[in-house]
Nanobody, 116 residues
Framework: QVQFVESGGGLVQPGGSLRLSCAAS????????MGWYRQAPGEQRELVAQ????????TYADSVKGRFTISRDNAKNAVYLQMNSPKPEDTAIYYC?????????WGQGTQVTVLS
């Protein structure tokens, strides 16, 4: 059974930094693309960043380019999101995500609040 456990969220000052982690289990982690999504109150869930199965290719939402970095450690079955210089508009619940056999899997999310 695919499971994700996100951690690392919390309160952060604008211009600070935060590192989110997602521990995966229940499938062959190293063969699947992983993504971080976020959902702010009253907003739709949106893609923040995505990383290829081998970690060599990444994509980012325009709103976070140059500030956030996605990475993964296939030996640890983990994916990370380094958030540098966060802004109040980055406040949201952050989820890790994958698609396996046409089914989408989500973690429970971790709350990130950027103080204004």
């Amino acid at each position: 059974q695919v499971q994700f456990v996100e951690s690392g969220g919390g309160l952060v000052q604008p211009g600070g930094s935060l590192r989110l982690s997602c521990a995966a289990s229940g499938y062959t982690f190293s063969t699947y693309v992983m993504g971080w999504y976020r959902q702010a109150p009253g907003e739709q869930r949106e893609l923040v960043a995505q990383i290829s199965s081998d970690g060599t290719a990444t994509t980012y939402a325009d709103s976070v380019k140059g500030r956030f970095t996605i990475s993964r450690d296939n030996a640890k079955n983990a994916v990370y999101l380094q958030m540098n210089s966060p802004k109040p508009e980055d406040t949201a619940i952050y989820y890790c995500h994958t698609v396996r056999s046409l089914a989408a899997y989500w973690g429970q999310g971790t709350q990130v609040t950027v103080l204004s």
